[in-house]
């Protein structure tokens, strides 16, 4: 067995790639507990402050695609090293900075080459199975995601030691140890080059840069209304039109940015998108509500409001190690729904009589059904998108990711704006399992397919 799994994975591959994919996460989440001190040494508020947050989060949600289409069109590894570079070069300038705006560039810049790893890593690991006629083997894709998880949690707590030890400034002087290992161990990963370019396309129309903009443009018009405090019908109009204009306009391109032809011809694509939206949806709702309702209703103090959601984050990595080892995407899925729906009925039996233990039952509920979803989604899209689209396809899935987190923040936002009650909070749990009915919706034609071809293979 031991010999099977090193045929499996390699490590030196790997971890590189594993290092770069942890940057984003850990550079979003690290500020929480540095921005503070960050904001008294620039004598801002916390509220002028939670720029650095947003700018992070909205740069990499149009670039995640974006750097991903550079890594189908280009050699994935040159843009993976890109975005190494990219992060030296913010870190560098937040290390520096002499004003508050020379911090928001480098969150920007952050945001950006962040953005690189993912989607590069994954075309990296599809070419390299393809090339080794193998499918890419679940244990790998667990490796990613669990990592992910992993920074999601270090960060908060590593970002506090470093504000501790070395001010502010050390959440940004991490990146540069980070980059120079990550860049020592990545030469060990081959370059697989470049897709074959069709010279009788320009390489304007090749990166599809009007198509770019309107990518972004819908996309910023969409958080407008989503972040938004007061919301009027009008609002609205304008990402539908540049939703609109971009299908058109994606439609009529030899090489379109978002292959909207390809989501048209492939429903099962678009449906993976749908359920990561729906799926980071409800997971950050657990992540966001959960702790403002165990401070605001149970009374409890930051640091115990911790250590109870602790275990959740530690079930959560050990139920994605576990799932990865199967390749069965259906039944991974299903799981997940399942266990989610009853993370959902477990959310609406909460009150303020609830006693730790059974709300430390629930969070090991949730961190299962946490686990086994972020596994289950990013197995289907590996097999479903195509391998010349492996970066645009992984990078578009984080789009959509983001989309739900947003959308999870706002309605806490708005639920909570006179306070957190067990009422507030059951409102939020009934329209997570709205989500829950939706998401089993969706496997249907996951399920009607896979029975399809079973009675074509038989």
Known sequence: MATEAKEEVSYPFMLPLVLGTMMNPLNSTMLATALLTLCNSFKVTVGQGAILITSLYVTAMIAQPLMGRLADIFSAKKINLLGFGLVMLAALIGVFAPSFPFLILSRIMLGLGTSAAYPSAMALISKKYALEG??????????????????????????????????????????????????????????????????????????????????????LSLLYVLMGDNFAPLFIIPPIALLIALILWERSQQSPFIDVRLLASNPALMLVYIRTLATTYVLYQVLYAMPQWLEAVKNFSPA???????????????????????????????????????TCICW???????????????????????????????????????????????????????????????????????GVTDYSFHIIGYTVLYSCAALIILLIPLWLRLRNEAKVVA
């Open 304 to 342: 115990n409001t911790g250590l109870i959601m602790l275990p959740e984050s530690a079930m959560a990595m050990l139920m994605g190690y576990l799932v990865s080892k199967s390749n069965k995407a259906f039944r991974q899925n299903l799981w997940g729904v399942l266990i989610m729906l009853a």
């Open 348 to 418: 609406l039996t909460l009150n303020t009589q609830s006693s730790v233990i059974y709300i430390f039952l629930v969070t090991l509920v949730m961190g299962t059904a946490e686990g086994i979803n972020i596994i289950a989604n990013q197995a289907l899209l590996n097999k479903e998108a195509p391998l010349a689209q492996k970066g645009v396809s992984f990078g578009l899935s984080r789009t959509f990711g983001y989309l739900g987190a947003i959308i999870s923040g706002s309605q806490i936002k708005s639920l909570f704006h006179n």
């Open 134 to 219: 193998k499918p890419v083997p679940g244990k790998v894709l667990g490796i990613i995601a669990v990592s992910a998880q992993i920074s999601m949690v270090l960060g908060p707590v590593l970002g506090g030691l470093l504000a501790q030890w070395f001010g502010w400034r050390g959440i940004f002087f991490i990146n540069i140890p980070w980059v120079l290992i990550a860049l020592l161990l990545s030469r060990a990963i081959p370059d697989y080059g470049s897709a074959p370019a069709d010279r009788s396309i320009s390489l304007f129309k090749r990166l599809d840069v009007v198509g770019i903009i309107i990518f972004s443009a819908f996309l």
